[in-house]
């Protein structure tokens, strides 16, 4: 009889550092232990946890169980020929690009951070900077194996259960615990992108410039000032690009094009007084950055283009010891552009305002029942955690958004009410059909689910 991973209780959170909940955590080291885990009927519910880099309180189960997946990380197969890959769902994109890009290969889709198991990309369907061009991470999955709540290893594709397969994808964790996958990596010539950096007056002129530009451009986003007022509303830099073709490299290059540069890393050393990021400091950065961006075409490489905050290690806690809010929303296309200019109007009248922020526009939904996407602008916000008044901020865009037609990203969230979730997520139901099929014994659940209703019977 396999012995029952041993279980500590702790305090954890998610990136945002908001909330913070006790757990019993659990650490499998084989997918043995981990379905003798949930063979063993204790106390309390399930989630599975990667890297922890969801925002919110996706990851968190307050008092109950929390099942740590970092050590399920084996690579089992890669076919050089096709690009197909089959790992264990521990393995992180961190690991996967520092393998293979090196050999001319790297994930098709990635989010802002390396720092996520494949599991996890999984759970949140995530997206990247060429959702418009490529779609989200289910694009290129091709199957993966399921332990289900009641022990039952499924093998799930588009041909053999296929419901379990789009309720697994952007389910957030609900259906079990993907143990291995299967996926396309992307071929590149080099390590490096060619991007075009160009200004933006006002949100109005990016929008347009998307419209009209973005279809020429694999990858495509916009960094905005949300703290800009008037004439200069949402003004912004935008940056475009596709990977660099070896023959396009400069001299130096050419004979090393999969040669990943060293980056030294900086760290932020604690978490820094509340007062030290303020809508003052932040507005005049934000001011200096728009005059200083340089315009023009250039070529950077894959980890600075993809990942330029995963060079500064703990940089949530520049947030202060009380955290933040990661929002992010997206609008429908029809109604964007002007549920984008309520939003900005709103955010430059409130406290707190948001000190980041990032535009995109998304292609079609995908297959995932709750997968995020959906054709139209998305808006991506860093807020500071300022109590009451975050959460009054957060609900008046969640009305904006649920007005325009718009839904949350659940991955991120942390203030969601549970009537809004079924009018943002038309599929909740057949979701929870299929969930409820799969888990009779209700031993999945999460703090995120519990919330907002996610489950129908919780």
């Not at 099942?67 to 690009?83: Q, V």
């Not at 950077?300 to 905050?309: A, C, I, K």
């Not at 109604?335 to 939003?343: D, H, M, Y």
């Amino acid at each position: 009889m396999t012995p029952l991973p041993a279980s500590i209780t702790q305090a954890i959170t998610g990136w945002g550092n908001h909330p913070v909940q006790s757990c019993r955590l659990y650490r499998p080291e084989t997918r043995r232990d981990a379905a003798a885990l949930l063979g063993a009927g204790g106390s309390g519910t399930y989630i599975g946890r990667g890297l922890g880099r969801s925002y919110g309180d996706a990851a968190l189960n307050d008092d109950q169980n929390v099942i740590l997946m970092t050590r399920l990380d084996r690579m089992i197969d890669f076919d050089a020929e096709t690009g197909v890959l089959t790992c264990e769902a521990g393995v992180s994109l961190q690991k996967i690009i520092e393998l293979f890009l090196p050999r001319g290969f790297c994930p098709l889709v990635v989010p802002g951070t390396q720092f996520v198991t494949v599991g996890g990309a999984i759970a949140a369907d995530v997206h990247g900077k060429n959702h418009h061009q490529d779609g989200s991470f289910g694009t290129s999955l091709i199957a993966f194996e399921l332990l289900s709540p009641t022990g039952q290893i499924l093998h799930c594709n588009r041909e053999t259960n296929s419901d379990v397969f789009c309720a697994t994808l952007g389910g957030m964790g609900m259906t079990g615990l993907v143990l291995t996958v299967q996926f396309r990596l992307h071929r590149v010539e080099s390590a490096y992108l060619a991007i075009d950096q160009v200004k933006a007056t006002d949100i109005e002129e990016i929008l347009d410039i998307f419209e009209r530009e973005d279809q020429r451009y694999r990858y495509s986003v916009a960094w905005i000032d949300c703290l800009a007022r008037k004439t200069s509303l949402g003004r912004g830099v935008l940056i475009r690009g596709d990977h660099a073709l070896a023959a396009d490299l400069p001299r130096d290059l050419r004979d090393r094009p999969l040669s990943v540069p060293t980056r030294r890393s900086i760290s932020v050393p604690f978490q820094t007084p509340a007062w030290l990021l303020n809508r003052h400091i932040v507005r005049s950065f934000n001011a200096a950055y728009y005059r200083l961006c340089s315009e023009g075409r250039r070529l950077v490489d894959f980890h600075s283009f993809f990942f330029p905050l995963d060079r500064v290690r703990h940089w949530n806690w520049l947030y202060g010891c009380r955290g933040f809010m990661q929002y992010q929303c997206v609008l429908p296309e029809a109604s964007g552009r002007a549920s984008l200019l309520c939003i900005l109007n709103h955010l430059g009248r409130s406290i707190p305002g948001s000190y980041l922020a990032v535009l995109k526009r998304l292609g079609p939904e995908g297959e995932g029942l709750l997968s995020f996407p959906m054709s139209g602008p998305t808006l991506c916000l860093d807020l500071p955690n300022l109590g009451q008044r975050l959460i009054n901020l957060v609900r008046e865009l969640d009305a904006i958004v649920l007005e325009h037609g718009g839904r949350v990203y659940l991955a991120k969230d942390a203030c969601l009410q549970a009537k809004m979730l079924a009018p943002m997520y038309p599929r909740l139901e057949e979701f929870q059909r299929i969930q409820g099929r799969l888990d009779p014994e209700q031993q999945f659940s999460s703090s995120l689910a519990r919330r907002i209703g996610l489950l129908e019977y919780r």
